[in-house]
């Protein structure tokens, strides 16, 4: 059974750093694209992050060079560092599993859903 589980959520100040986690079970994490989604309440979820297969990444402009997302096989977890937080980067984060054997995820996100964590940056 496919389970993805968030944490690492929180309130934090404008400038601040948060590391989200992705804990998946039920599969072999190397074998599936990763990648964490945010969703504003009322808005479309839109793409943050992802992570082949293969490692290689990818990242939405409006996070680029602020955050990384990585990947520890062993511990079959996804991860999200979040530098330079911003109030615009308020959200839910969901962690989200593709296809396998893909370097990339469809614009919509993949077949499996975690059930988010919320992230505040406020002063």
């Known amino acids: 059974q496919v389970q993805l589980v968030e944490s690492g959520g929180g309130l934090v100040q404008p400038g601040g750093s948060l590391r989200l986690s992705c804990a998946a079970s039920g599969f072999i994490l190397e074998t599936y694209p990763m990648g964490w989604y945010r969703q504003i309440l009322g808005e479309r979820r839109e793409l943050v992050a992802s992570i082949g297969d293969d490692g290689s990444t990818n990242y939405a402009d409006f996070v680029k060079g602020r955050f990384t997302i990585t990947r520890d096989i062993a511990k079959n977890t996804v991860y999200l560092q979040m530098n330079s937080l911003k109030p615009d980067d308020t959200a839910v984060y969901l962690c989200?599993?593709?296809?396998?054997?893909?370097?990339?995820?469809?614009?919509?996100?993949?077949?499996?859903w975690g059930q988010g964590t919320q992230v505040t940056v406020s002063s």
């Open positions: 989200t599993r593709g296809r396998p054997y893909k370097n990339y995820l469809p614009p919509q996100g993949g077949e499996y």
